[in-house]
């Protein structure tokens, strides 16, 4: 995880005032954090089903939402977020406890350091994981393919170890005579070949497996053994394979083009839904499970998967009353299901007397209730079938689509696991309820470095400034960048702020730092200002020089000394660092009123009563925190959110700007919000001049 991306984090504990106090710890450490502090499970659920989280960090004894409440529901609902605790227990009966719980580690409270690197590591193991389940997504799709691409083939296509069919497709078994690949798997690969041929055909596949991978493709010719029990002549393309991990030797015969107009005329007449039922079958319904795996990997919504068997069908009803019976019964099922399904859902007949719903969202509550209600529907129903009365019952295992599922396949096996939990509690084998699947809970002299650079940067004034365009969208006029400092190593390498300012705290260079930003600004825009151009300059304060009572006279003495009017430059300083500051923000913001100078918060949002902040010190531009549109641009749910904030601090009478505008996908959301700014590397990256054209945007 990129160090200046935001961390959204649950804080579980029964202390606000700790909770601010990790989010200021985090912040100040160089962990940008969108957090919220939660200490019910109602509110819990609600958060994890609504929005998406990158790490929690709970108090072990916490009594208001005790951490192995919030543990299991992490877990029932299938999320991937890493739960970390603290405690201010010695020992390490506490850590065992923590760990048997299901949390990732257990800190001590007052370990800052410790709980720092846990968090980075943790963060970069959840990347890993994404990654992981990313990866192994295309190649089960990659699979899939292949296997269509083999099972529609017009080639005939076989794959043969020890002398057995191991795979045959459609083409391959009526090349044969056979109407099902079924009949031909596990069959000997000389039974279909000719008796005269049959002593040439064996020592030539027995030559070929010996050769190994050595052995170059070749062609094999033989009269072949019709199922008919007629004779044909027959050339085959014989090559060394892998087919299911197992190495093997594959068998094709390319197509006449009679038989490629054939297939296409097989290919054509396959339907998308089940012939008894009416509902999809089982190959679409994988399909659109796939897709809504892939989708909840790539940030959009998460979906439920509904998973419906029939109790012993086949003793009960089958065995009892014959094939017509079940086969009508089966129908007035899927008629029965098909009454619970909503718009937006997909329901397929899955196997015999399987069926299986995939709903959008990942409400679990809601969707365990409905299936709960459907089985008791099915259980009180007496089916009439042709005048046989039919009575069985169903169980439903429910599995959620999120960001951490890996396949279609595990989200189904999770379901299965579900129905089983429910059986196990029945009797006879009969469920008739349903449950959501759970998974089981199992029982510094780099920084010296940085230090030392950055003290001869100070020395020897190695920075540099750089400047990004903030563009209006109702038609401003004014020319506005955002400064920012780079620092220049020996090599000429520039080096950004995340890399050295912790440094430039522990050496106390940052109030340095800001005073030298603030008079390179000064000194730039004035030449700027003197061609003509009406340009004005954002510029970062960190938190030293918001508690420095001597910044506002000194601005005031650097302004008239320019020449130059303190409106043309506004300062920015962090909601975060207002929040642990207010008193010093307060004073700061009335005095930069004095200047008739601006105070801009950036990151706003994060807090956990950020509105308050505004109440305290009322700057007159917010910059809103970029996680919001990075939400919006990985198709997240932030598109609701930052609409929400920007309607509320107009309402306020703020001048808002939305910056890590990436892309074009956001621009419409914004345009409709009526944000007064924007920023970022779609319009133009920081450069080394204010050159930006803005006429291009009047």
Not at 537 to 556: A, F, Q, Y
């Amino acid at each position: 995880m990129n160090p200046n991306d935001t961390i959204r984090l649950l804080i579980i504990n029964d202390s606000r005032s700790e909770a601010e106090r990790l989010i200021s710890m985090l912040n100040n450490a160089g962990r940008n954090t969108r957090a919220q502090h939660v200490d019910s499970e109602e509110g819990l659920i609600k958060l994890l089903q609504e929005h998406t989280w990158d790490l929690a960090i709970g108090q072990a004894d916490s009594e208001q939402l005790p951490a192995a409440t919030a543990v299991r529901q992490i877990k029932r609902l299938n999320k991937d977020i890493p739960v970390i605790l603290q405690t201010e227990e010695e020992g390490s009966h506490a850590i065992v406890d923590g760990l048997r719980l299901g949390a990732v580690e257990v800190v001590r409270m007052d370990e800052d350091q410790h709980l720092l690197l846990v968090v980075t590591r943790e963060l970069e193991n959840r990347e890993h994981r994404q990654a992981r389940r990313k990866a192994d997504r295309k190649f089960k799709e990659a699979e899939r393919r292949s296997q269509q691409l083999l099972d529609s083939s017009r080639d005939a296509v076989a794959y043969v170890q020890d002398g057995m069919f191991l795979y045959v497709n459609q083409s391959f078994s009526e090349r044969f005579g056979y109407e099902d690949p079924d009949d031909v798997l596990c069959m000997p690969t000389i039974d279909l070949v000719a008796a005269g041929d049959r002593d040439r055909t064996k020592q030539f596949l027995k030559e070929f497996t010996l050769k190994g991978e050595e052995a170059e493709s070749t062609e094999l010719d033989f009269n072949s053994l019709h199922h008919s029990g007629k004779q044909q002549p027959i050339k085959m393309e014989v090559v060394h394979a892998i087919f299911d991990e197992e190495p093997c030797i594959q068998l094709v015969m390319r197509a006449s083009a009679a038989n490629n107009e054939e297939l296409e005329a097989q290919l054509e007449e396959i339907k998308q839904t089940d012939v008894q039922t009416g509902l999809y079958n089982r190959q679409f319904f994988l399909e659109r499970l796939e897709m809504a795996v892939d989708k909840a990997a790539d940030g959009e919504a998460g979906a439920t998967l509904t998973y419906i068997e029939a109790d012993q069908f086949f003793d009960r009803v089958e065995s009892a009353h014959g094939v017509s019976v079940a086969d009508g019964t089966i129908k007035k099922l899927a008629q029965t299901i098909q009454k619970h399904a909503r718009d937006g859902e997909y329901l397929a007949r899955f196997s015999d007397d399987t069926f299986a719903l995939l709903s959008p969202g990942t409400s679990a509550d809601k969707h365990v209730q409905r299936a709960k209600k459907l089985c008791a529907e099915v259980a009180e129903t007496i089916f009439d079938i042709d005048g046989t009365t039919v009575q069985f019952t169903i169980t439903a295992g429910l599995a959620l689509v999120t960001e951490a599922s890996k396949d279609a396949e595990t989200i189904i096996d999770q379901a299965l696991q579900a129905i089983e939990e429910v059986r196990k509690k029945g009797t006879e084998g009969s469920g008739s309820d349903a449950k959501l699947f759970e998974p089981k809970i199992g029982d510094a002299e780099a920084g010296t470095d940085v230090a030392r650079a950055l003290q001869r940067a100070v020395d020897n004034n190695q920075f540099k400034l750089l400047f990004q365009p903030i563009i209006s969208l109702r038609g401003n006029e004014n020319e506005l960048y955002e400064v920012l400092l780079r620092m220049v190593d020996e090599e000429g390498n520039e080096i950004e702020p995340a890399k050295f300012l912790e440094a430039a705290e522990t050496i106390g260079a940052t109030t340095k730092i800001d005073r030298w930003v603030i008079l390179e600004s000064i000194k730039m825009l004035s030449e700027h200002r003197a061609k003509g151009n009406k340009t004005s300059l954002v510029v970062n304060l960190s938190r030293h020089s918001i508690t420095d009572e001597s910044l506002v006279p000194w601005l005031g003495v650097a302004f008239k000394a320019a020449k130059l009017p303190a409106d043309a430059m506004m300062f920015q300083v962090r909601e975060i660092d207002i929040t642990n500051h207010m008193t010093a923000a307060k004073a700061l913001c009335a005095g930069l009123d004095k200047l008739k100078t601006h105070l801009s918060i950036s990151g706003f949002g994060c807090a956990m009563n950020h509105f308050n902040t505004l109440k305290h010190v009322p700057a007159h531009y917010i910059k809103v925190d970029g996680s919001f549109t990075q939400d919006v641009q990985t198709g997240g749910e932030g598109a609701e959110a930052l609409t929400n904030l920007i309607k509320e601090l107009h309402k306020l009478e703020k001048i808002t700007v939305v910056p890590f505008v990436e892309n074009a996908n956001v621009l419409s959301t914004l345009w409709q919000s009526g944000v007064h700014y924007i920023q970022g590397h779609y319009l133009q990256g920081p450069s080394e001049g204010m050159d930006y054209d803005f006429s291009m945007d009047g």
